[in-house]
């Protein structure tokens, strides 16, 4: 996770606490504004409740800051990110790319976005590719697309999934995997996290943070921050396309 992300997740965080504490200010300072009128035990009131407002908002403070600036805050980070997902009860969510501040619609309607699983000899291996719809990107329209390819488990069924984590922290391992995004032209993974959230509905729910490389011919090469939450069709064989229409 490179120091951008962090601050990125840093400041949501402490955009989060304003609000979630936004009541506990109000409430101080309507008391406040009483007690300056006339009533004094309700201006103490509201000095109290600053107080605990000021206590709650710094411990969260501290909290957010080691969920940004901790290798152990992953888990949280997931958790943050999916507190503010939206889901609907059949499976589908508002999902996509989220890459350098720009979201990108994930494309549905080919089998170039699908989730892949094999049976292996020690378990369930398996690997995806997403592609999203045109949008412009810096000045240009690009159509991009990740693809991460096989990654084995001890997993013996499908739901057993669920709850799967894979870390790739170099580039160096993303190219020798060949773990890619496509912007301009294919491009290594700087690093990146995955989970597997969910199974439902033929479907599952993954989600992957990490940093991608946008531009390799720049010296130094440039890369920006992303966000996955996708639910992809699952496909074990060539017969399970026809669930899927497309």
Known sequence: MNWKF???????????????????????????????????????????????????????????????????????????????????????????????????????????????????????????DCCFDRRSFKGENITPSICINPIGTSAKNIEDLVGEHFEVKTVDEAQEREDSLYVYEHEPLENYRLRLLEVKNDRIHIMCIGTAIIDGYAQPYKTAPFELDCWLPIITCKEDWEKFEV
Do not use: H, P
């Not at 009541?23 to 309507?30: D, G």
């Open 6 to 128: 962090k601050i990125m997740v840093f400041l949501s965080g402490i955009f989060s606490n304003l609000i979630r504490f936004f009541f506990l200010l109000l409430l101080s300072a309507i008391f406040m504004i009483i007690g300056i009128v006339g009533e004094n035990a309700c201006k103490d009131v509201g000095v109290m409740i600053f107080i605990v407002y000021l206590m709650a908002a710094v411990l969260e403070w501290v909290r957010t800051y080691n969920i940004a600036f901790s290798q152990d805050g992953v888990d949280d980070v997931f958790n943050m990110f999916k507190e503010y997902n939206i889901n609907t009860e059949n499976g589908n969510t508002e999902q996509g790319l989220f890459l350098d501040g720009i979201s990108f619609e994930l494309n549905t309607k080919t089998r170039d976005t699908a989730f892949f699983i094999f049976q292996e000899d020690n378990g369930l291996e398996y690997s995806f």
